[in-house]
């Protein structure tokens, strides 16, 4: 058996139980202390770093009797994070092993706050774990790593989905779930459920068995530009028209982008219209907030009209280099952009919502026009 202190964020219990697979009730825990160290906050991510630290004391908790099962769980879970297992003497003179991280691995700021940590990041870092422990004997270290951002992407979504706001007025029956296969995964994953569900007549139904693409949370803006009463769009090659055989491979959309851990989705908008089209929004105006496609899809959508100074000069080409991103901006008077609804020409569901709200709003809207640059 073998004995661990845990500085970190294995010190959340909930957490320790999802990576050791038992309950807290089955794990010897016991708090300790590590003399002439530190834990410090990691700029790179949500989570902290030891360091040696003459005079420092590191606080943590010392897990005892831990199973060759439980250290090849354990190793699993922090081999994605680069760390590696040595030997110290606690305060208390108890023997133990500490993850340390690979030396220049991490950048560090300043002491780190377990309750800090927990009211920030605790629930997304036990959705994700949930997901790394599953690919236990499935995929390697190296693997899980790869796939990390977007593991991290999808906890994020989970937790943003205990907040939110439809639902008045539905069934809020009973669903079992049996199994859950994990299909695919790599940028995204695909989930096979068994489950059964209440019906409306109170009975429940057979087990059913339905795949759910796994996505995450976006934001999606159209920029709007009151005074000149126009709007932008960007242009980009999609790859769903590319795997259905559309004849337009390219679409018109809002500006787009994914929500990241810690982030919100007005900050998402901010920050993917700066990408995108190197535009700063003046204010946001919500539109919706709907699944995509709630029968086969978790991808989720926070829709915004942004308000904007759109001058003739602000479109030309943009995007990220590093997400191999190569995007487009065009400037449309409302009026195009309504026509371009009517006729079908807009195949972009979110644009198509956000150019009917701004045709509803639109009159609001120009009452306080912003600022206009030549």
């Given at each position: 058996m073998t004995s661990l202190f845990f500085y970190g964020t294995l010190r959340h219990v909930p957490l320790l139980e999802i990576v050791l697979g038992r309950p807290a009730g089955d794990i010897d825990v016991v708090p300790d202390l590590l003399p002439d160290h530190a834990v410090l906050v990691v700029t790179e991510g949500p989570f902290p770093c030891i360091v040696p630290q003459p005079g420092g004391l590191a606080e943590g908790v010392l897990v005892k009797g831990l199973s060759p099962q439980d250290i090849e769980r354990l190793d699993f879970y922090e081999g994605s994070f680069a760390y590696d297992l040595r030997d110290v003497t606690l305060q208390s003179g108890e023997v133990a092993q500490v993850y340390f991280p690979q030396e220049g691995l991490w950048t560090t700021k300043g002491p780190w706050s377990l309750p800090q940590w927990q009211a920030d990041w605790a629930a997304l870092s036990c959705f994700a774990a949930q997901e790394v422990m599953d690919y236990l004997g499935k995929y390697s270290v190296d693997q899980v790593a790869g796939m990390f951002p977007m593991i991290r992407m999808r906890a994020a979504a989970m937790v943003n989905a205990a907040q939110s706001q439809q639902g008045q007025g539905t069934l809020h029956g009973k669903v079992d779930i049996d199994r859950i296969d994990r299909v695919y995964t790599n940028y995204f994953a695909l989930n096979e459920y068994h489950l059964s569900h209440q019906r409306f007549d109170g009975a429940m139904s057979d087990t059913l068995v339905r795949a759910v693409f796994l996505a995450s949370d976006a934001a999606l803006v159209l920029p709007y530009d009151p005074l000149r009463d126009r709007v932008l769009l960007v242009e980009q090659m999609r790859m769903g028209p590319v795997a259905r055989g559309d004849r337009a491979l390219w679409q018109f959309e809002p500006i787009a982008g994914r929500v990241d851990p810690g982030e919100t989705p007005e900050q998402t908008a901010h920050r993917e219209s700066k990408e995108e089209a190197n535009i700063d929004l003046q204010a946001l105006e919500?539109?919706?907030?709907?699944?995509?496609?709630?029968?086969?899809?978790?991808?989720?959508?926070?829709?915004?009209?942004?308000?904007?100074?759109?001058?003739?000069?602000?479109?030309?080409?943009?995007?990220?280099d590093t997400e191999d991103e190569d995007i487009r901006s065009h400037l449309l008077s409302f009026e195009a952009l309504m026509d371009m609804v009517d006729t079908l020409q807009a195949a972009n569901s979110p644009l198509v919502i956000a150019a009917y709200w701004l045709a509803r709003h639109r009159d609001r809207l120009r009452l306080r026009a912003p600022l206009a640059t030549p």
């Amino acid at each position: 058996m073998t004995s661990l202190f845990f500085y970190g964020t294995l010190r959340h219990v909930p957490l320790l139980e999802i990576v050791l697979g038992r309950p807290a009730g089955d794990i010897d825990v016991v708090p300790d202390l590590l003399p002439d160290h530190a834990v410090l906050v990691v700029t790179e991510g949500p989570f902290p770093c030891i360091v040696p630290q003459p005079g420092g004391l590191a606080e943590g908790v010392l897990v005892k009797g831990l199973s060759p099962q439980d250290i090849e769980r354990l190793d699993f879970y922090e081999g994605s994070f680069a760390y590696d297992l040595r030997d110290v003497t606690l305060q208390s003179g108890e023997v133990a092993q500490v993850y340390f991280p690979q030396e220049g691995l991490w950048t560090t700021k300043g002491p780190w706050s377990l309750p800090q940590w927990q009211a920030d990041w605790a629930a997304l870092s036990c959705f994700a774990a949930q997901e790394v422990m599953d690919y236990l004997g499935k995929y390697s270290v190296d693997q899980v790593a790869g796939m990390f951002p977007m593991i991290r992407m999808r906890a994020a979504a989970m937790v943003n989905a205990a907040q939110s706001q439809q639902g008045q007025g539905t069934l809020h029956g009973k669903v079992d779930i049996d199994r859950i296969d994990r299909v695919y995964t790599n940028y995204f994953a695909l989930n096979e459920y068994h489950l059964s569900h209440q019906r409306f007549d109170g009975a429940m139904s057979d087990t059913l068995v339905r795949a759910v693409f796994l996505a995450s949370d976006a934001a999606l803006v159209l920029p709007y530009d009151p005074l000149r009463d126009r709007v932008l769009l960007v242009e980009q090659m999609r790859m769903g028209p590319v795997a259905r055989g559309d004849r337009a491979l390219w679409q018109f959309e809002p500006i787009a982008g994914r929500v990241d851990p810690g982030e919100t989705p007005e900050q998402t908008a901010h920050r993917e219209s700066k990408e995108e089209a190197n535009i700063d929004l003046q204010a946001l105006e919500k539109v919706a907030e709907v699944y995509a496609s709630p029968g086969c899809s978790t991808e989720f959508f926070y829709i915004y009209v942004g308000i904007a100074d759109l001058p003739d000069k602000v479109t030309g080409v943009g995007g990220l280099d590093t997400e191999d991103e190569d995007i487009r901006s065009h400037l449309l008077s409302f009026e195009a952009l309504m026509d371009m609804v009517d006729t079908l020409q807009a195949a972009n569901s979110p644009l198509v919502i956000a150019a009917y709200w701004l045709a509803r709003h639109r009159d609001r809207l120009r009452l306080r026009a912003p600022l206009a640059t030549p």
